[in-house]
Every structure is written in C-alpha cells, then in structure tokens.
C-alpha cells in the first residue's frame, strides 16, 4: 500500500519560510512525477509544484520565484521550501505521488499570519 507521508508544515509569519518533506513508499515502480497541491478554505484544490523523475519541474504562477520543489531518487521523497511566504499561501498542502495510481498524502497545514 502506497501511502505518500508529509511533514514540515506549521506557523510562520509573512516573510518566512517552511520546507515540507513528503515520502512515498510501498511500491516497486518509480514514482513519476511527485509533487504538492494545496487547498485554502473554501477555494478549490490547485497544484503548486511538481517534479519529474528527471528533475523537470512546473509551478503554479503565484509561487514562481518564492518556492523551490525538488527530490531525492533514492528515498521517493519530495521537498517544498517555501520562502517570502504570504498569508494568501495559508493551506493544506497535500503531497502526490504519481505511477500508475495517483496517491495522495495526509495534507499537512501551513499557516501564514500577517
């Protein structure tokens, strides 16, 4: 059973930084791509970064230049450091990991006080 496990989130003042860590494991098959949506209160689910197997990377637009998704191969895990964090950045965010399902972590809760 593959089970995409986060850690990192938390409380911060705007300005700061978090660094979220995810780790999937359970499954013979490379995970490709990893990466982190996030969902705010009453807003929908929206992806905020993902990563290939290659080191390809995508990003929301109103996080480019803030946040740096990136991985480690050898352990299936994913990371997201987050820096300039802004309130408008308070979410759940979810780590996914992608081979011929799409498993989804627990969600991990970042709060951006202003």
């Known amino acids: 059973q593959v089970q995409p496990v986060e850690s990192g989130g938390g409380l911060v003042q705007a300005g700061g930084s978090l660094k979220l860590s995810c780790t999937a494991s359970?499954?013979?098959?490379?995970?490709?791509?990893m990466g982190w949506y996030r969902q705010a209160p009453g807003k929908q689910r929206e992806l905020v970064a993902s990563?290939?197997?290659?080191?390809?990377?995508n990003y929301a637009d109103s996080v480019k230049g803030r946040f740096t998704i990136s991985r480690d191969n050898a352990k299936n895990t994913v990371y997201l450091q987050m820096n300039s964090l802004k309130p408008e950045d308070t979410a759940v965010y979810y780590c996914?990991?992608?081979?011929?399902?799409?498993?989804w972590g627990q969600g991990t809760q970042v709060t951006v006080s202003s």
């Open positions: 996914y990991a992608t081979n011929y399902f799409k498993y």
């Open positions: 359970g499954s013979i098959f490379n995970f490709n791509p």
């Open positions: 990563i290939t197997e290659g080191g390809s990377t």
